[in-house]
């Protein structure tokens, strides 16, 4: 294997992870910035901190990344595979940062590693019961936050209804700074991991290395890569999340940021990838739908979910397309 394949392979994983944190991070800090907790400046750059700090805590995501769709050690082109998927989820990524659509990166990067490995060793090789725990963690996640968010919500609704707006508003906007943080945090420990797990899958593809444990070195610059796409950040996706599904309010912004941070640090634990995109919106939307059905906008948000149906097949699309022409190319 030669090593200029390894390097691209490890330029294009921070590529995609520096991509995630300007394309995922907005979803972190939406409903601060849009409530006016926190400036747009100062927020991006408290959530690239807890970004960092939460890439480098856990690494268990990683290590299903890594193995869960395939087995690196058992694919003839497993460098080439990862290259190719990794072309579908950034082409993916930026496609839906540039029209601000909140859509998920980890359904880009399971969708193109799987029809990646599909285009280039065929079906038999996808680790089905692996791709399925994943499938089923993406999928049961959004719901999961969607009730966390009316649940707290609706109990805030009954805690509060006495007391004056303004004054509840007034305490939450603080609130919403800590919220704001752990929501950074705990989008640090599950994104960042899938760009350190697909870096291993190509080291144990390449025979460098054996296990699927993360090196030291992968895990910082991963967490660097994620950190500094998060001071980038990305206001289109701001906009939509924060003000096109409803009018969040600090006690709205606090109770979503609560419950999405809640399941995806849970995940964390797990050593499950869940979509920080899908949870932060869906939670969103429960906020919202307890504070009045309504007066969430279901148009908006009925297109951002048409995006997360088509993210996994046309991401895995591109990825299949790109090894197609590789395997023209040069085999």
């Known amino acids: 294997m030669e090593i200029y394949v390894l390097v691209a392979v490890v330029f294009l994983a921070l590529a995609f992870d520096f991509i995630n944190g300007f394309h995922d991070t907005a979803n972190a800090i939406a409903t601060s910035v849009s409530t006016r907790a926190l400036k747009p400046r100062v927020a991006i750059m408290l959530a690239a901190v807890m970004n960092f700090l939460g890439a480098i805590t856990f690494t268990g995501v990683a290590k299903t990344i890594g193995s869960g769709v395939a087995n690196p050690a058992d694919l003839?082109?497993?460098v080439e595979v990862v290259i190719c998927a990794l072309i579908g989820a950034i082409a993916w990524n930026l496609i839906t940062w540039?029209?601000?659509i909140p859509s998920s990166s980890s359904h880009a990067l399971?969708?193109?590693?799987?029809?990646?490995?599909?285009?280039a060793e065929g079906f038999d090789k996808i680790n089905a019961s692996g791709f399925l725990?994943?499938?089923?963690?993406?999928?049961?996640?959004?719901?999961?936050?969607?009730?966390?968010?009316?649940?707290?919500?609706?109990?805030?609704?009954?805690i509060?209804?006495?007391?004056?707006?303004h004054a509840v508003n007034k305490g939450f906007r603080s609130g919403q700074v800590v919220t704001a943080l752990f929501q950074s945090f705990s989008h640090g420990t599950n994104d960042a991991q899938k760009a350190m797990g697909i870096i291993v899958f190509a080291l144990v593809a390449a025979e460098v290395q054996t296990t699927m444990d993360v090196p030291l070195w992968v895990k910082f610059s991963a967490a660097l890569a994620m950190a500094l796409g998060t001071a980038v950040g990305g206001w289109k996706i701001i906009k939509t999340m924060g003000t096109k599904i409803f009018k969040i309010e600090p006690i709205n912004g606090f109770a979503a940021d609560m419950g999405s941070a809640l399941v995806i640090i849970t995940a964390t634990f797990l050593h499950l990838p869940v979509s920080t995109t899908h949870v932060i919106t869906s939670s969103i939307l429960g906020v919202g739908s307890a504070k009045r059905f309504a007066a969430v906008k279901w148009g908006v948000a009925g297109r951002i979910v048409i995006a997360w149906f088509i993210t996994i097949p046309i991401s895995a699309g591109i990825a299949m397309g790109s090894f197609w022409l590789y395997k023209t190319l040069f085999l």
């Open 76 to 78: 003839q082109h497993g």
């Open 98 to 100: 540039w029209f601000g």
């Open 110 to 119: 399971i969708g193109a590693l799987a029809g990646s490995v599909i285009a």
């Open 133 to 158: 725990d994943i499938l089923k963690a993406l999928l049961i996640s959004p719901l999961i936050a969607f009730v966390a968010g009316f649940i707290i919500m609706s109990i805030f609704k009954i």
């Open 160 to 165: 509060f209804a006495k007391r004056s707006p």
